[in-house]
């Protein structure tokens, strides 16, 4: 699942259900799953499947360290604003 930062965990446990493997890609200190209800987010569902696996399985988790998908610019101003460089 790519951007699996930004599913809820109901909307994540469907198809991993039906997969014999899964992998989840994404990341977490930029996007989350978009809460509308804060019953909803006081009930956890602001934190996706996928932030809770990476903070309870830190040893399987792998972070992507090049990227090619922006310009330098933005790189760098994602980089200060998001990671504290």
Do not use: W
Not at 48 to 71: E, N
């Amino acid at each position: 699942m790519d951007e699996a930062s930004q599913l809820s965990e109901p909307l994540a446990i469907g198809p991993i259900l039906l997969a014999e493997k899964f992998v989840l890609i994404g990341d977490y200190l930029q996007l989350n799953p978009l809460v509308k209800s804060k019953l909803a987010h006081a009930k956890g569902l602001g934190l996706s499947l996928f932030q809770k696996l990476c903070q309870q399985h830190k040893m399987d988790v792998t972070v992507l360290k090049t990227q090619y998908r922006m310009c330098q610019d933005i790189l760098d101003l994602s980089n200060s604003i998001v990671y504290n460089n």
